[in-house]
Structure formats: C-alpha cells, structure tokens
C-alpha cells in the first residue's frame, strides 16, 4: 500500500486545478507519495486563495501529465467501477471548495473495497461524494428542460443559464445529441464560460468567452422576439389564477431558474 502510515505528523497538501483531470493528477501524486491518507491532504487553487496558509504545513503543486490521467482513470473503472468514474467526474463539476480532498478521501475507500464501495452510503466519505454528484445531475438535468433557445440575426441559437455547479459540459452534451444538426451557443452567466457546437463537429468549451459577447447575449432578443412576446401572453391567457399553487410550481421549477425562459 503506497499510503501506508509513516507516523509523520507534517501535513503535505496537493494543489491542482479546478479541473477534473488535474484533480486526477492529484489523486495520482497524493496516493503515490507514500506518505500515508492522514498526512496528506487534496485541494484546488479557487480553495487554496480562499483560505488561509495552513501552518505547519507543505504545499506541492500536481503534475500534470497525460500518463497520470490515462493511468488513474483506468485504475478507477478496473477495481472499483465505471459508475465511481462517473460519480466523481460529476463531483469534481460541485460548486464546492472542498470536492478534491473528498474525491481523493472516496478514492481510497474504492481501492480498499472495490466495487461494492458505491453501495457503501453510510460511510462518510462514499455518502459526500454520492451527495455532489447527485446535486450536480439533478441540476443538469432540471436545465435541460428549461433552458431556452433564441435564434440569433446570423443564424446562430443561442441560449443563457446562471448554474450553481459547473454544469456546462453535461448539458452541452445533451443538446449535442438532440441538436446535433444545429449551430447553437450555451453561455454560462456566472462563469463566462461557453460551449459551441457546430454540426458535424460536436462542440468545443470555450473557457471563457469575450465580454461583449458575453453582454450582448446576457439580454439576447432573437429575431423571433415577437413570437416569444405571443408565447408569454398565451402562458398568461392559459393560467387559472384561482388553481395556482405556489408551493408545487416551485418545487417543480425553482425560482432561480425563471429569468432564463422565455414564459417568465
């Protein structure tokens, strides 16, 4: 075991990226440092800048590279599974802070009791990252069905959504399959960030997008602006105001959802 105990008392933290891969690239060099899962510990730069320097503590950047990744991903999906791969790739997409260390702390547990380990939801480290990766698909899934499309002047669907988690690719890859013969562009407002797809080509994500762009579909009004004017006033004409139940239109459709379609 490669992270058997050394009796250290010397805290080494591993910084990567806010990235799924160099997350991996962690996981790689945490595991193989040897010096044991309670002397070390996993974060990202974003967690890095947003808290203090741990005293007593060393700090060591992950190295990426290809090989790592190819490596411990293969690893995951052989002795532990394809569905704790595809947990913590959604993990690794939370909004929070703390996701490396306990997509390393899960990872362990993995190695230890292999494929059975995502049927182990009492334990604390499996649950958390059941927990993300939960959160992080439900809100996937909720924006593939609100999320809505404006045709742009120059022939290009173009669609805003303000995600919690960074969602971009999941939902991109959603519509790619169901758009697939459509040149269309998903902007996250919260991040900048953007995916754009063109037919026969899938879709590329665009870390971030220039701010003018970014302005200029922040309040887009397509050309079929008129008929979405049409389609708000029939969603007004159709709603029996004396049936309204509030409580259930927002546990069907949070209110931080809204401003992104077109019948609000």
Known sequence: DSCRKTGREEMTIFVCKDEFDSILCGVYDAWMSGLGHENVRLITRTEQQNQTMQMFAKYREAEEASWKIKKTAEAIRRKISQEAYAWIYRASLSRETDKADKIFRFLARGFQFGPRTVKMLKDPDVYE???????????????TGFLRFSELPVGLLAAVMGPENHVLSLVADHFAERMSGERWLILDQNRGSAALHEPGYGFVLLPQLPKQWRDSLSGLKGKEGEYEELWRIFHSAVSIRERENRACQNSHLPLRFRSYMTEF
């Open 129 to 143: 990252v059941f927990r993300m990766n939960r959160q992080v698909a439900n809100e996937a899934h909720l924006l």
